[in-house]
């Protein structure tokens, strides 16, 4: 296995529809290793847990797409799903094993590109997650939409799927964001060099992190598209607590995100 603090290879041998800021969020091993204490405090993985708890009422097989360090994958498993955590990083993969061990839960772990899925057979999956924004870490549309379908063809007939992505208007609420939306919607998309919503960003050391953040239009047409059903579309407060309240004013503005819970048709 190569060095996980190692340079990423050239952009022709990435993975396809990772860039290569994602490359480098999966494989250095501080950002796995630090994972846990850096979002100690953030109450939208509380939330989470409170969605796929109502979405997921009765265990089964379950399977969380970019699972990180388990924080979903690991109470699913204490309530007695079988779970099953896929990711592209090893040292993510590394900890959710350290976890499963002290705890001796039924956690399989799978190493894969969220839209290469093949090793998944059809329908062997009650329920599915992919939370924190991880669609929105896989570049193109096209390549979204591949991982959507494996999702779909994963999940059993009726089969639930929780989703969350980030509201590219909210960047309306800061000059910063304000000024990368202008240059996104006029000059990037412009010249073709990105797609709208498409945003590269510095973190934690990554020179050109990559997220594509969306409209709740486009969110949901990518579900539909895919042969979902959205039976429900929470959004999110800005500090990501609980649902946004009174979302019927400005709620495609105000949202810092959303969770979709879909079902398959």
């Known amino acids: 296995m190569p060095d996980p603090n190692s340079a990423p290879p050239p952009a022709w ?10 490359w480098e969020y999966a494989h250095r091993e ?3 290793g630090d994972y846990d204490k850096e979002f100690a405090t953030n109450t939208l993985f509380d939330f989470d847990e409170k969605v796929l708890a109502r979405a997921f009422p009765t265990p089964g097989v379950f399977v969380d797409l970019g699972c ?7 109470p699913m498993a204490r309530r007695g799903f079988r779970s099953i955590g896929v990711d592209l990083s090893p040292p993510f ?10 705890e001796q839960l039924p956690i399989d772990l799978v190493l894969a590109n969220l839209i290469e899925l093949g090793c998944f057979a059809d329908g062997s999956v009650d329920y599915a997650a992919c939370l924190f ?17 494996h999702v779909r063809r994963m999940l059993k007939p009726g089969g639930v799927f929780a989703v969350h992505v980030h509201n590219r208007w909210h960047n309306l609420r800061d000059p910063q964001g304000r000024r990368w939306l202008l240059k996104n919607l006029l000059w990037e998309r412009w010249r073709g060099t990105h797609e709208a919503g498409d945003k590269f960003f510095p973190y934690r050391g990554i020179q050109e992190m ?11 047409a990518e579900l539909e598209t895919a042969g979902f059903r959205v039976r429900e579309l929470i959004p999110l407060d800005t500090a990501k607590r609980h649902e946004l309240p009174h979302s019927w004013l400005f709620g495609r503005l105000r949202a810092n995100g959303w969770i979709a819970v879909c079902e398959r048709t």
């Open 13 to 22: 041998r990435l993975p396809t529809g990772i860039p290569r800021g994602v």
């Open 30 to 32: 501080h950002i796995a």
């Open 68 to 74: 990180g360090t388990g924080r979903a994958l690991v």
């Open 93 to 102: 993969l590394r900890i959710v094993a350290e976890k499963a061990e002290v």
């Open 133 to 149: 924004s991880t669609l929105g870490m896989i570049r193109g549309r096209q390549q979204r939409q591949r991982f959507l379908q």
């Open 210 to 220: 990559f997220l594509h953040v969306y409209t709740r239009g486009e969110f949901t």
